[in-house]
């Protein structure tokens, strides 16, 4: 199968502070990258789409201007979660995609503690 | 909007029984997808569903793309200590790239 990976695998910040998440294709071309968010003991929420070279689409109730997403490259997503709280402490999780077969491949995760 | 409901919630089971789960939608999907979720780690892909009816295996795993396309089924044979974890299914929102996930399923398997 095709290889998502995540970085970092966990992060504890300061409230107030910026962190960055990045998420890559390892072995395939992703044009369309998907994050999602998991709370302790819940299923996984999809935040928004980042599409290469276009702006990211968000599921509602998602606010674009906290949580920035840069589709740079066909390889690299980010996700830039802006001014943390403590609410942002959360499980975030990127995938890609094959086309071709619809399957859907996930990155290893990213904890996120906001203090 | 589209919701998929999976049951059991969780269960307990004896190492080497088998062990049935389900996922259900009010609405038809074309691809069902079923994941395992270690604790802390992203899902791993099990397997991989196309069309109504198919039946696929992946070592003691079988899945099923069910009939009116509203479900699918997950069969694990002879449980062992490691089919511990919490089994999603997943289907692309309608008309879209976009997959939601199931409410999940957590198995607890006992030596």
């Known amino acids: 199968g095709a290889v998502v990976s995540q970085h970092p695998s966990w992060v504890i910040c300061k409230s107030g502070t910026s962190v960055k998440i990045e998420c890559r294709s390892l072995d395939f071309q992703a044009t369309t990258m998907f994050w999602y968010r998991q709370f302790p003991k819940q299923s996984l929420m999809l935040m928004a789409t980042s599409n290469e070279g276009s702006k990211a689409t968000y599921e509602q109730g998602v606010e674009k201007d906290k949580f920035l997403i840069n589709h740079a490259s066909l390889t690299l997503s980010t996700l830039t979660v802006t001014s943390a709280h403590p609410e942002d402490s959360s499980f975030y999780i990127c995938?890609?995609?094959?086309?071709?077969?619809?399957?859907?491949?996930f990155g290893e995760g990213s904890r996120l503690t906001v203090l | 909007g589209q919701q998929l409901n999976q049951s059991p919630q969780s269960m307990f089971i004896q190492e080497g029984e088998d062990v049935s789960m389900n996922c259900t939608s009010s609405s038809i999907f074309n691809t069902w997808l079923w994941y395992k979720q270690d604790p802390g780690e992203g899902p791993v892909l099990l397997i991989a569903l196309y069309k109504a009816g198919e039946l696929t295996s992946n070592g003691r795993l079988t899945a099923q793309f069910g009939i009116t396309r509203k479900d699918s089924f997950l069969n694990i044979s002879a449980s062992i200590p490691s089919d511990v974890g919490i089994y999603f299914c997943a289907g692309p929102s309608s008309g879209t790239y976009k997959y939601i996930f199931g409410t999940g399923t957590r198995l607890k398997v006992l030596a």
């Open positions: 995938s890609a995609g094959l086309l071709n077969t619809g399957e859907l491949f």
